[in-house]
């Protein structure tokens, strides 16, 4: 189903790519600490086994910090894939790291390909697959 008017940006955004995976508002969980003890108790609470940080996230903690509590540390270093961005009919010189709606406006259903594409491109640096971890995206 479409998602309703009181729906976020983010959900629309998730209906038009296909992701189906629920999401959930860490102010919902009612979780305390900050940076990286909050981003741990929300794992804790939402019973999750693995957490997939990005990049940033590295540098400020990391897995031994998650592992004390049973929750693995996993970084995605996600590769950010480049497609093509017109204006009108013109092919433009690629600009990175625009919004969704760059993306989405360019290559409509294709967008989710383009997007999963850079995870592909990825080598991971602690030999987790992305296949192994469970995902419904």
């Not at 959900?11 to 940076?35: A, E, W």
Request: with cysteine; net charge neutral; glycine share 6%.
């Amino acid at each position: 189903s479409f998602p309703t008017r009181r729906s976020s940006d983010l959900d629309c955004i998730c209906h038009y790519l296909g992701i189906t995976t629920p999401l959930v508002r860490s102010n919902s969980l009612d979780v305390q600490g900050k940076r990286e003890e909050k981003l741990r108790n929300i794992c804790k609470k939402v019973n999750a086994s693995d957490y997939l940080a990005n990049n940033a996230t590295g540098n400020y903690t990391g897995q031994d910090f998650f592992q004390e509590e049973g929750v693995g540390f996993h970084l995605q270093n996600y590769q950010h894939p480049q497609y093509s961005q017109r204006n009108k009919n013109d092919l433009l010189a690629f600009k990175s790291h625009l919004s969704i709606v760059d993306l989405w406006f360019n290559h409509g259903a294709e967008s989710l390909a383009i997007i999963r594409y850079g995870r592909a491109q990825a080598a991971p640096n602690d030999g987790v697959s992305f296949s192994s971890m469970q995902t419904s995206m």
